[in-house]
């Protein structure tokens, strides 16, 4: 069992984030999923689109920030926490600072790019003007298990 720390169930809302997630595959994206929870509820998720609409920023996290933004009339997603199947990259992290999103949670750590703790942390990087709270490891096996699968259905 994970503890809480946020104001909702990290599993409950990593689950539907997996579910999300399996359907990058169909259009040739890699099964990455991300979600902006606000006062308990999830309201926006996304997976990966960068193979679909041929963008690099089609990232599922960047696209959920998007989405969360136009939802609450950003441009700040104050009491926002990111929720991703995997963890966020550089490009991900740098955005989620800019939004002065609260917390991020993740699934698998990833040792090549990961931004929150695995290569880099700037969640709690003291020299940056934001810090978020971080919970990591939740539903990992479900998720490096999702990864591992699309990665070998590659291979042969």
Known sequence: MVPEVFDFSAEEVMDELLAEAAR?????????????????????????EKQIKKDSFGHAEILALKDAVEILGGPYLTGVT?????????????SMLAHRIEGVVFAA?????????????????????HQMRR?????????????MDF????RF
């Open 24 to 48: 990058a595959p169909m259009h040739g994206d890699i099964p990455i999923a991300a979600g902006c929870v606000f006062e308990g509820k999830l309201i926006a998720k996304r997976h990966n």
């Open 109 to 129: 750590f990833d040792s090549k790019g990961g931004a929150v703790g695995s290569l880099y942390n700037l969640a709690s990087d003291p020299r940056l003007n």
């Open 82 to 94: 990111l929720v991703a199947t995997l963890e966020p990259c550089l490009m991900c992290a740098g």
């Open 135 to 147: 919970l990591a490891g939740v539903r990992e096996k479900e998720s490096s298990l999702l990864l």
């Open 151 to 154: 990665f070998e259905s590659l």
